[in-house]
Structure formats: structure tokens, C-alpha cells
């Protein structure tokens, strides 16, 4: 059967890999002249990521993260840190062509520098440097993100919401190099977040992922947040942006296509991150091609989907509601929440999460909740709660 992947990032890469190891022909369609070319990720993973992509390379590898702060509007602090709380920072322009590289000693045919442009006559019309190709295929899997074009040609849905992400890569004030930063508030992004990323202990990636005016927004960030202020140096490296989509695209098969990552909308909406929905869903889809191969049954494919929603439909409903709260607080309520938390041992309770899974982060905030002697903090937090539930 003749597969042809579409987008050779890590969704592509995993699910070429896994056709090409169990007798599917298959093609990866890239259109830069690497993968992970250019960079549109943070590159921040947990350790169950990091297993699940077969522990890349050392080069890959950048640091490894125990814990967290958060930074409130007036540069107040909430930390978060715990031995299993575990997240790896990797280099995209290694780890893309690594994992390219598997999928092609696995039996996947490379074309890169090439464009799936749409079809004609029902053949694949593949823009090369070479000219102008039409391939035949028996499957088509969209791994090409939220702008892909084979979304498009195949009439699937967009993602319900569009946010953009900024970043730079820096010389930085690091404080600890084992901690993730986060920032909150009018002066880092109103409806999201913005974030300082530690390389080493005097290098840090520095983002914002907002719904308009990133650029403005990175700049508000660095200049005015007190947590962030006289941070970063001037000079910079390297800076990326990138779309990031949020919630599930509905559905995900659509006759002899399928869209897999960030294509399907197939990311943690509360952090933006999608890695870790994209390689397990990359595993499920080439499970449903793998059966349709055997059994000639194009209803196989729809495996993938009720395996999908079955694992993480619920997360991402929860991250949703989360990610619409970000739009709701303002400065004076994330001061309340910070204020709040310096009362009591939050910390070890938020720790208990699994920052792949935001239910668990809810379940958490619950427990916090009910540790609270003081009625007037249990009962704002109550209302944050059901407001989210509600959004």
C-alpha cells in the first residue's frame, strides 16, 4: 500500500518510521531542505515525551528541568518544583533530522525540498526542485501542521483557535537553570502566557504565545514585566515564531486522508505544546494503517480516531477551559491568586500533576481548594473554578 506523509517533522517522521518497519510503502514529503527547518517550538518535553521519542541523541538534548515559577503582573513568584517533575529541553534542529533520518534507514523515501501542492486525477501533485510530479497513493497522512495544505485539499476543518508564538533565543539572567519561567499578566500576554526557557546558566529561549501582536507583546514582555526587566541582553541568536493550534479538528479521517499532530489539532491547549499528543498519535495512526493494510477494510482507519479521543479527548476538552480562563483573569486576579497561594503549601499539591494531562491539574487545584482555613480564599478559588468550568 502506498502512503505518502506529508510534513517531515516528528509527527511525520514517528508514523513514516513505524509504516516503513512493518511493510508499508511510504514516502516523506519535506519541503525545506532539512527538517526542523525552521524552528517553531519551544522544545520543552516531559520525561514521558522524551522516552516515548527513543531518548534522542545527547546533541539533542539541551537541559533537563525539575520544576517551575511562575511570575505574577507585579513580578511576585509561586514555585513549583518536585523530583518527578522532570521535563527535557531539546534542540529541534538536531531531533527532526534524527528522527528523519530513522524513518529513512527504516525503509521511508525522502523527497525533500518538495511541496504537496493537491491532486489531479486523483494522483498527488508534488512541487520538487526537479519539476513538477504526480504520484499515486493508496493513503495520504497530513503531518503538516495547522497552515498545511493537505488539510485544504481534503475539506477538513480548522482548528477552533489560532494562537502565535514568539521567541528568542538569548544571553539571560538565568536564576536557576533547572526551573522553567513563567510569566503572567497585561505586560506578558493577556490571553496566554509568556516564558523563559533555560539552555544553560547564561542562555535562555524567551517566548510569548498570544492571539495577536506577538512581536509588541515579546517586547512589552522584556521591557516592562518586574520579573523579566534588565534580563535580557540585547544581543539575540536566534528567533522563531510558529503557529500554534488549539482544540481538535473534527474529524481527523476523511476518505483516503488523515491528519496527524498539529494538523489535527492535536496539542495541549493550556501550554501549547505538541510533541507529545503528536508522536503518540503518530503511533496510533500507523497502527489504523498497519490493520487497513491487512484487511483492506478503509474503516480500519477509523481506529485512530476513537483510539485518540479515547486517551486524550478529555485533556484537551480541560485544556481548552483553561486556556479560555487566561482571557478572563486580569492583573488584579492573578495577584489575588499569588497572594492566595503564599498562604498555604500549594506547591507540593500543584506538583502532583502531570503536565501531559491538565484534568490532573484541576484535581489538584480542587485539593488545594479544600486545604484553605479561610473561607473568603476558598470561595474565590471556587468561583476561578467554575468559571473555568463554565467557559
Do not use: W
Not at 130 to 147: E, N, Q, W
Request: charged share 25%.
Amino acid at each position: 500500500m502506498r502512503t505518502l506523509v506529508i510534513g517531515g517533522g516528528i509527527t511525520g517522521s514517528i508514523l513514516a518510521r513505524k509504516l516503513a518497519e512493518n511493510g508499508v510503502e511510504v514516502r516523506i514529503i519535506e519541503e525545506h531542505s532539512s527538517p526542523g527547518f525552521p524552528v517553531q517550538c519551544a522544545g520543552l518535553v516531559s520525561r514521558k515525551c522524551y522516552e516515548l521519542l527513543g531518548k534522542p541523541a545527547e546533541k539533542s538534548l539541551e537541559n533537563r528541568v525539575r520544576g517551575a515559577v511562575a511570575f505574577s503582573p507585579s513580578g511576585r513568584s509561586f514555585e513549583v518544583s518536585s523530583e518527578d517533575f522532570l521535563g527535557y529541553v531539546i534542540e529541534r534542529k538536531t531531533l527532526d533530522p534524527e528522527l528523519f533520518r530513522r524513518a529513512v534507514n527504516s525503509g521511508a523515501v525522502p523527497m525533500l525540498k518538495s511541496y504537496f501542492a493537491g491532486l489531479k486525477n486523483g494522483r498527488a501533485v508534488v512541487k520538487t526542485q526537479d519539476g513538477v510530479k504526480c504520484l499515486d497513493f493508496d493513503l495520504i497522512a497530513g503531518c503538516d501542521g495547522p497552515g498545511g495544505k493537505t488539510g485544504v485539499v481534503f475539506g477538513f476543518e480548522k482548528p477552533e483557535m489560532i494562537f502565535s508564538g514568539l521567541q528568542i533565543e538569548c544571553r539571560y539572567r538565568v536564576e536557576h537553570v533547572d526551573q522553567v519561567e513563567i510569566f503572567l499578566g497585561e505586560n506578558a500576554s493577556p490571553d496566554f502566557f509568556g516564558y523563559a526557557i533555560p539552555i544553560d546558566g547564561e542562555t535562555a529561549r524567551v517566548g510569548v504565545v498570544t492571539k495577536e501582536m506577538a512581536l509588541h507583546r515579546l517586547r512589552r514582555m522584556i521591557e516592562r514585566h518586574p520579573a523579566m526587566k534588565n534580563r535580557v541582553m540585547r544581543a539575540y541568536t536566534e528567533a522563531n515564531a510558529g503557529a500554534i493550534p488549539v482544540g481538535l479538528v473534527d474529524p481527523f479521517v476523511n476518505g483516503r486522508a488523515l491528519l496527524v499532530g498539529d494538523s489535527a489539532g492535536q496539542v495541549k491547549p493550556y501550554t501549547g505544546g505538541g510533541i507529545y499528543y503528536g508522536a503518540v498519535a503518530s503511533e496510533m495512526a500507523g497502527d489504523a494503517i498497519i490493520e487497513y493494510e491487512k484487511t483492506g477494510n478503509i474503516k480500519a482507519l477509523n481506529r485512530y480516531s476513537v483510539d485518540f479521543r479515547k486517551e486524550f479527548e478529555k485533556e484537551i476538552r480541560v485544556g481548552m477551559k483553561i486556556v479560555k480562563l487566561y482571557s478572563i483573569l486580569n492583573d488584579n486576579d492573578y495577584e489575588t491568586i499569588f497572594d492566595i497561594a503564599s498562604r498555604y503549601s500549594i506547591s507540593d499539591v500543584i506538583a502532583e500533576g502531570d503536565m501531559d494531562r491538565p484534568s490532573t491539574i484541576i484535581s489538584a487545584g480542587m485539593k488545594a481548594v479544600s486545604m484553605m482555613k479561610n473561607p473568603k480564599h476558598a470561595l474565590f478559588f471556587a468561583k476561578l473554578l467554575s468559571k473555568m468550568m463554565l467557559s
